[in-house]
């Protein structure tokens, strides 16, 4: 089992990137999941407290809020436990056949620190030069838009050292993510990512560093 985790503001495209490699992945044959850390909350809140979001819209945004915060008082793993326990049953399916679980909604630390401690590949996508709905609204000022708020303005090697393996540029338009997806698939599909300038350019969807490569060219013929 593979777990691929996505960090970013919203409206960035982390769903879209997610949708994206769900279908590369099941082109090449793997099992697919996608399971959002807000998932159990909402579970709760349909299953519980009966507000859907396709009936009752106000009231199921109003609880998820509300019940999430509420829970996260008292305990701030509760929510990341009860994720974790269906991650774990999904890994016990079918051992014999490739699995990808895709998180499009990584917006606490502690979902990051989890997601980091059990070697999944976690990255944070910046929307470039694509301009987002609404930069400026009140609604990015909630605590879960805090940490993605935070990251935004690092550089690629500070979010490196957080934890993110890659540092996604979705700024090209969704005509491109087919590409990408199956590229970054064709990653997975390794034993061994490949982390070479070449690779990580592709992986993050973005122009290649043409200095990085001719350096790495030059260690590689220094060490023949």
């Known amino acids: ?67 999430g ?9 509760h929510w990341v436990n009860l994720w974790w326990k269906e991650i774990e049953k999904l890994s016990r399916t079918d051992p014999d056949r ?12 502690n979902e990051l620190d989890l997601l980091v401690k059990n070697k999944a590949i976690v990255s944070f996508v910046k929307h470039g ?13 909630h605590e879960s838009e805090d940490l993605a708020n935070s990251f935004e303005l690092s ?14 540029e979705n700024d090209k338009g969704e005509g491109s993510l087919e590409n990408w997806a199956t590229h970054f698939m064709d990653g997975l599909s390794d034993n061994e990512t490949c982390t070479c300038e070449g690779c990580m350019a592709t992986y993050e969807h973005r122009q290649f560093d043409m200095k990085k490569i001719l350096d790495e060219l030059d260690k590689e013929l220094d060490d023949e």
């Open 155 to 168: 550089d690629k090697q500070s979010l490196y050292r957080k934890g993110f393996d890659y540092v996604i």
């Open 1 to 67: 089992m593979i777990v691929v985790g996505f960090c970013g503001r919203a409206r960035t495209g982390k769903s879209t990137l997610c949708r994206e490699l769900f279908t590369a992945a099941e082109h090449k044959g793997w099992d697919v999941e996608i399971v959002p850390f807000a998932w159990p909350l909402k579970q709760h809140v349909t299953e519980n407290l009966g507000y859907t979001k396709e009936e009752h819209p106000d009231k199921y945004r109003e609880y998820c809020q509300s019940e």
């Open 69 to 77: 915060a509420s829970k996260r008082s008292t305990n701030p793993d």
């Open 129 to 141: 030069d694509r301009k987002i709905e609404d930069p400026k609204g009140e609604w990015r000022k």
């Open 98 to 109: 490739p699995l990808l679980v895709l998180v499009d909604d990584v917006r606490y630390q």
